[in-house]
């Protein structure tokens, strides 16, 4: 496996439902992050990881509850969504998170779909 | 605030050239990106501008002025593969990205 995977691809799940996104990176980077993105809109950061410690929670609804057990993997939990919560969740991760040159690498993202 | 503004969508002929725009207002600038995002794919990275002036990329270049907050991916020799969606984003002062919502580029034959 090359750059970064995210599984799964696709999901749909009920309001009640808990189920957890996977994240992993093959680049030796040291930030990952989690994004939003909705039809139309631009990508909403949702979480940030440095050297596995959480630098940033964009005002995220606790409903969404990140994990990141080493630099490699990132996990988003979730739990008691709602419909408005469905979009793709795109995770990226980049060498450092902050460095003033900050390629990130995307992942193809999870299509969520909240029922 | 914080605002990133470029086109939602354009269109354009094969083999010709386009220019997609980007302005900006971000609390502090620590350089702009363009990303390209195929349908269903994850975004790649195209270009990186912390100066101003033209960064040139085969057939892809990109220009910034800081002092206008302003910024443009310019595509050359249109290829039908180049339709896909251009993200703008902007490095704020805390080294996070503010993203634009994306011009979807279209590429007629």
């Known amino acids: 496996e090359t750059g970064v995977t995210q599984t799964p691809r696709h999901l749909v799940m009920g309001m009640t439902n808990k189920k957890s996104l996977k994240c992993e990176q093959h680049?030796?980077?040291?930030?990952m992050y989690w994004y939003k993105q909705s039809a139309k809109k631009p990508l909403e950061l949702m979480f940030v990881?440095?050297?596995?410690?959480?630098?940033e929670n964009n005002s995220v609804p606790s409903r969404f509850s990140p994990e990141c057990p080493n630099s490699s993997h990132l996990f988003l939990h979730l739990h008691t969504l709602q419909p408005e919560d469905s979009a793709l969740y795109l995770c990226?991760?980049?060498?450092?998170?902050?460095?003033?040159?900050?390629?990130?690498?995307f992942g193809p993202g999870t299509r969520l779909t909240v029922l | 605030g914080q605002n990133i503004d470029q086109p939602t969508e354009m269109t354009a002929t094969e083999g010709a050239i386009v220019q997609i725009n980007c302005t900006y207002q971000?609390?502090?600038?620590?350089?702009l990106f363009w990303y390209q995002q195929h349908a269903g794919e994850a975004p790649t990275f195209l270009s990186y501008?912390?100066l101003d002036g033209l960064e040139e990329k085969g057939r892809f270049s990109s220009f910034l002025s800081r002092s206008k907050g302003y910024s443009y991916l310019l595509l050359k020799e249109l290829q039908m593969k180049d339709s896909a969606s251009y993200l703008c984003?902007?490095?704020?002062?805390?080294?996070?990205?503010?993203w634009g919502a994306g011009t979807k580029l279209i590429i007629k034959p």
């Open positions: 990226a991760s980049s060498q450092d998170g902050d460095g003033s040159y900050n390629e990130q690498f």
């Open positions: 680049l030796g980077h040291n930030a």
């Open positions: 990881y440095n050297f596995k410690e959480q630098t």
């Open positions: 971000t609390s502090g600038f620590n350089g």
């Open positions: 501008n912390v």
């Open positions: 984003a902007t490095m704020d002062s805390n080294y996070q990205l503010i």
